[in-house]
């Protein structure tokens, strides 16, 4: 498992679109949005909360296609699916490979992103904590929806159609979390939320994945 994972984690780098492009798409967002919206502090702190959750979600969306798409091209995948660890397995180092790359650079760089946005300085840490909790669901998803386009020729639109609508919960949730503590309110509710569902997906998502592999192999 450890092999696979760093397996991974180096075609994500030698490949590109994950982490250098994710990273800069983020940023992008944050830059732009004030351009669109205008500069007055009010309305940014106001909106920032959203605009930086879904900046982060539309960064890790980018490179979801490549999770099993480069492993089907060369064969790797029919290889990983008759061998003796478990497909489900595979489907979860995938997925943490995903987030390493993806997830985790946009939790650690989303604090400085947010001063471009001009969120109150209160909603950092809720920023950090709903970000760190919420992308590992949006990578273990994205790799569900990935396994069930395995082998569709520019799948990647049909990615997107198929995920957006489930990473809707999470992105709610997270952001909720980022307002509520910007502004000081009570967020447990939010924040309660958010951890069950990365780990209902975690938990559950990586079967359905692996089922979805070995349907689309046959």
Same mark, same amino acid.
């Given at each position: ?8 984690? %180096? /075609?994500?780098?030698?490949?590109? &679109?994950?982490?250098? =492009? $994710? =990273?800069?798409?983020?940023?992008? #967002?944050?830059? !732009?949005?004030? =351009?669109?919206? &205008? ?26 296609? %490549? ?25 979860? +180092?995938?997925? /943490?490979?995903?987030?390493? #790359?993806?997830? !985790? ?10 001063? @471009? ?22 990578? *273990? ?7 069930? +386009? ?10 997107? @159609?198929? #995920?957006?609508?489930?990473? +809707?919960?999470?992105?709610?949730? &997270?952001?909720?979390? #980022?307002?509520?503590?910007?502004? $000081?309110?009570? *967020?447990?509710?939010?924040?309660? @939320? @958010? ?24």
């Amino acid at each position: 498992m450890t092999a696979l994972l760093i397996r991974d984690l %180096r /075609l994500a780098m030698r490949a590109g &679109g994950g982490f250098g =492009l $994710g =990273l800069a798409f983020f940023l992008l #967002v944050a830059v !732009l949005v004030p =351009l669109g919206v &205008g500069p007055e502090a009010a309305t940014l702190g106001r909106i920032a909360p959203g605009i930086l959750w879904v900046g982060a979600l539309l960064a890790c969306l980018l490179s979801l296609d %490549r999770i099993f798409a480069l492993d089907y091209e060369d064969g790797s995948l029919e290889l990983l699916a008759a061998a003796p660890i478990p497909l489900e397995g595979v489907v979860a +180092v995938k997925a /943490l490979a995903h987030w390493l #790359v993806t997830g !985790l650079p946009l939790t650690l760089v989303a604090p400085g992103l947010a001063l @471009l946005l001009n969120l109150p300085a209160q909603g950092y840490g809720w920023l950090v904590l709903s970000l760190a909790l919420g992308t590992p669901a949006l990578s *273990v998803i994205g790799a569900f929806g990935a396994a069930l +386009v395995v082998g569709v020729k520019r799948g990647g639109l049909l990615l997107s @159609l198929l #995920v957006l609508p489930l990473y +809707v919960p999470t992105l709610i949730f &997270g952001a909720e979390v #980022v307002k509520r503590g910007a502004a $000081g309110l009570e *967020v447990g509710a939010p924040l309660a @939320l @958010l951890a069950a569902i990365t780990m209902g997906a975690v938990a559950l998502l990586p079967f359905a994945a692996a089922a979805a592999v070995r349907v689309n192999l046959r």
